[in-house]
């Protein structure tokens, strides 16, 4: 195989990066913004150049920059972090942490890769950005828009506050201004919420997906994007993430996006999903080995009674959806979060699973060491691409470079 030299942007652990390196892809180059989750990579990827820090500083890029002055690059990998994209909470177009695409792109452009795989939440695909050089009246528009919509998310903020100290108060007056400053909380809300509603966005937005795609046109690259789910190919997982593939236009490769393996219901000859049972019953009764990730959390017994009261496919708390919920075990798992340690909980143990267990339904192989605190190593699974498919996404980028 020809040599390939990759660069891994917000590469966390290391799970996109993973695949590329089992097809033989040499990861030549490496950025994560935190010094602890790296240190799971440099463990995993030997020979790697890592360069810890934030991309958004030109020092940090400049680094990046010299990792290639005398090698060429032919494959950048990267998923931009997410949070301002997220389904859950209001998804600010205008938060920092949602433009780092931006940076993304700046890489491509100045090392010109031959091709380029971006990942990223289903979320992207319904948020809106400006459009680029807003200028004049849409800008005006555009401002104005979102000083109102800024006045509503403090409002709403205060009024959150409010409620969770409501409980605190003690007198009668108290009571009394509480119900009083509530109603013109909301009435103040709901004004802000009709004018926001007058205005017509599309003269000022433009999805998130498609100002990446158009932003990668002008730097000469022809893109494409897919949502796909990890569960498709072979990983105990439904997680669906969208991909974007991006090719320089003067190679005139083509773009394609890699084929299921898997099918929920095994049909047209593809496999069954694998479930979470046949991903994880292997290490429930194993004692606790911290150097192999199976560690073991310590659970309040009262925290144990409600576990035993939560029926598989339910949450042990009522509020939240996710965190702490009990999988189903002959099925793929959903989404692999951090949650603030709120994890799945066994399908059979009373107790929550534990990284390695996690690292299972992510598709890394048990020869993947996972370095850090508990917290730190479920930080790390609840962001990273699962393995199953970064790797079907490597094999498919192989086939593409020898066309």
Request: charged share 30%; with cysteine.
């Amino acid at each position: 195989m020809t040599q390939y030299n990759v660069l891994e942007l917000f590469g966390g652990c290391g799970g996109l990066g993973w695949g590329f390196k089992k097809e033989g892809f040499t990861i030549s180059a490496y950025n994560e913004l935190n010094p602890k989750i790296s240190t799971t990579y440099k463990e995993n990827f030997k020979g790697t150049k890592c360069i810890i820090g934030d991309i958004t500083n030109p020092t940090i890029k400049q680094q990046i920059y010299d990792c290639f002055e005398s090698l060429k690059c032919n494959i950048i990998l990267g998923g931009p972090p997410c949070v301002a994209y997220s389904m859950s909470g209001h998804r600010n177009s205008r938060d920092p942490r949602g433009q780092l695409f931006r940076d993304y792109i700046a890489m491509v452009d100045k090392l010109q890769p031959n091709i380029f795989v971006m990942e990223n939440v289903p979320g992207i695909q319904s948020i809106q950005h400006d459009r680029e050089g807003l200028v004049g009246e849409a800008k005006q528009t555009a401002d104005a828009f979102y000083k109102l919509e800024s006045n509503k998310i403090e409002l709403e903020a205060a009024k959150k506050r409010m409620s969770v100290e409501k409980g605190k108060m003690d007198t009668d007056e108290d009571n009394i201004y509480d119900e009083v400053k509530d109603k013109e909380q909301r009435f103040a809300i709901g004004k802000l919420k009709k004018e926001i509603k007058k205005f017509d966005v599309s003269s000022f937005r433009i999805s998130v997906d498609q100002k990446i795609i158009d932003t990668f046109k002008t730097k000469g690259y022809r893109v494409q994007s897919r949502l796909l789910n990890s569960a498709d190919y072979g990983v105990p997982q439904r997680r669906k993430r969208i991909i974007f593939i991006g090719v320089r236009e003067d190679t005139k490769l083509n773009i394609a996006f890699p084929i299921a393996t898997h099918h929920k219901d095994g049909e047209n000859g593809l496999k069954k999903w694998v479930t979470v049972r046949e991903a994880i019953d292997d290490l429930k009764d194993l004692p606790e080995d911290k150097a192999f990730a199976h560690i073991l959390s310590k659970h309040q017994p009262s925290f144990v009674e409600k576990i035993k009261n939560t029926p598989i496919g339910k949450g042990v708390y009522k509020k939240y959806s996710e965190a702490f919920f009990r999988c189903r075990p002959d099925e793929p798992s959903g989404t692999v979060k951090e949650n603030h340690g709120g994890v799945f909980v066994h399908y059979e143990k009373n107790r929550v699973m534990t990284p390695r267990e996690l690292a299972r339904l992510q598709g890394f192989p048990d020869d993947f060491i996972f370095k850090g605190t508990k917290s730190c190593m479920l930080v790390q699974l609840g962001n990273a691409v699962p393995c199953g498919l970064s790797h079907a996404l490597a094999r498919n980028v192989k086939t593409l470079l020898a066309e």
